[in-house]
């Protein structure tokens, strides 16, 4: 059982204010905390080393991806990609997902595993392809699924999407191959590296609550 989040810190993360590394990590709650507040910072901050992670599926498969959003209240990661990726077939609903964050200036490693949920309709979808600039639903119009083979060299892209900022009209037939990849943590592993003495903790969901420990790095 723990506290409430440390709202300081969450506000200083929600409005991209670089989170400095020399924090004390004494308590589980400074720890939840920071883990809460990275992952909000990486959602929102391009230059975050967080914002993109690794993200594993139950295939032994892993990838770089952009990490959209962080929901703090339910724990959970929003990706975006092309529901015709491998990925989303690996994940379908409710897959299991492990993803890989690191911050080389902080000396912090998050580990967080979860179900995913490759979803294509919803008043979520519906709002992520809103919030989206036609230049990032271009990449849906690609005349293919992500990974199929190509006779030569190619963007997968109708030739006369190249290079272009489309309009409305033009990106709206991608919309039908736009997914959110949804992730609800269920445990997470937190590694700070320091001179004088790694630290690690690892926290595992348990209905509304989160129960945590400290390890041995
Ligand atoms: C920096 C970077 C960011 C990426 N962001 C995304 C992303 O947000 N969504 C996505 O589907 N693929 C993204 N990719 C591409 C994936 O790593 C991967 O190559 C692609 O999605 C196909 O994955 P799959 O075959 O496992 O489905 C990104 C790659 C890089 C290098």
């Known amino acids: 059982m723990f506290k409430a989040l440390n709202m300081n810190k969450v506000a200083l993360a929600s409005r991209g204010v670089a989170l400095t ?3 004390m990590f004494d308590t589980l709650d400074d720890i939840r905390d920071d883990i809460a507040t990275r992952l909000i910072q990486a959602g929102k901050d391009r230059r975050s080393p967080m914002h993109t992670p690794v993200v594993g599926t139950s295939d032994a498969n892993l990838r770089v991806m952009v990490l959209r959003e962080f929901d703090g209240e339910q724990w959970g990661l929003r ?5 015709r990726a491998p990925k989303c077939t690996a994940v379908r609903e409710g897959g299991a997902v492990g993803v890989l964050f690191y911050d080389p200036g902080a000396k912090t490693q998050i580990r967080a ?3 995913g949920k490759a979803l294509t309709q919803g008043a ?3 709002a992520a392809w809103k919030q989206s600039s036609n230049y ?3 990449c849906y119009l690609a005349e293919g699924a992500p990974g199929r083979a190509a006779d030569g060299p190619t963007s997968g892209l109708p030739q006369w999407a190249e290079g272009i900022q489309p309009d409305d009209a033009q990106v709206a037939p991608a919309r039908e191959n736009f997914a959110i990849l949804t992730v609800e943590l269920t445990s997470l592993d937190w590694l700070y590296l320091a001179h004088d003495g790694h630290r690690r903790a690892r926290f595992r969901r348990d209905g ?8 041995i790095p």
């Open 21 to 23: 590394s020399n924090q």
């Open 79 to 83: 990706f975006h990609t092309d529901a």
């Open 113 to 115: 595993r979860g179900n």
């Open 124 to 126: 979520q979808v519906d």
């Open 136 to 138: 990032a639903r271009r």
């Open 208 to 215: 509304a609550e989160w129960r945590g420990g400290f390890v």
